[in-house]
T-cell receptor, first 115, second 113 residues
């Protein structure tokens, strides 16, 4: 089955700790995205990547970092600099960044909480 | 600036009743429009999309949406709601090519028996 796999489903962070959220896709999509979802605020873009070894900041990139070493993987690290990390994190992918009729497909999400 | 507005934060309907969820967008170019549904603790599932052509588009689960350029709207409709339709619904707008998608803040749907 093709799709986007996010792990873990639940994650807890201690004060001052960095944590990494995994996102893997087997859809052969070039573009991948990370969103943060807070109640009543919709989805806010953290980072996106058009192609391997390239990524761009979204609207709320501060306190987060990403890498894109492989086409199928786009992990997100929530650093200790992110003072309010508690949220639901969604990973998405799409066929091509510059393609017309671009459609985003989403993983099942990771819920991050602070201990 | 691009934006998407979903005026209704929460809607309650009776099972079997009709449903309309509102979405208005602000976009400088020809928009591509989407509706997604999210069940609690889950990711977003694409319900339907509008790229061009017929302004009434059909989606999965019996949903449809109508694009009205003059009103900058893309409202989602369903003739008869089922209890399983209870979820959060998001409207989104995207560019013809590349870059960001913009999401509304969502409408939470409750279905009562």
């Amino acid at each position: 089955d093709g799709g986007i796999t996010q792990s873990p489903k639940y994650l807890f962070r201690k004060e001052g700790q960095n944590v990494t959220l995994s996102c893997e896709q087997n859809l052969n999509h070039d573009a991948m995205y990370w969103y943060r979802q807070d109640p009543g605020q919709g989805l806010r873009l953290i980072y996106y990547s058009q192609i391997v070894n390239d990524f761009q900041k979204g609207d709320i990139a501060e306190g987060y970092s990403v890498s894109r070493e492989k086409k199928e993987s786009f992990p997100l690290t929530v650093t200790s600099a992110q003072k309010n990390p508690t949220a639901f994190y969604l990973c998405a992918s799409s066929m091509g960044f510059a393609l017309a009729k671009n459609i985003q497909y989403f993983g099942a999400g990771t819920r991050l909480s602070v201990l | 600036a691009q934006s998407v507005t979903q005026p209704d934060i929460h809607i309650t309907v009776s099972e079997g009743a009709s449903l309309e969820l509102r979405c208005n967008y602000s976009y400088g170019a020809t928009p591509y429009l989407f509706w997604y549904v999210q069940s609690p603790g889950q990711g977003l599932q694409l319900l339907l999309k509008y790229f061009s052509g017929d302004t009434l588009v059909q989606g999965i689960k019996g949903f449809e949406a109508e694009f009205k350029r003059s009103q900058s709207s893309f409202n989602l409709r369903k003739p008869s709601v089922h209890w399983s339709d209870a979820a959060e619904y998001f409207c989104a707008v995207g560019p013809y090519t590349g870059n960001q998608f913009y999401f509304g803040t969502g409408t939470s749907l409750t279905v009562i028996p």
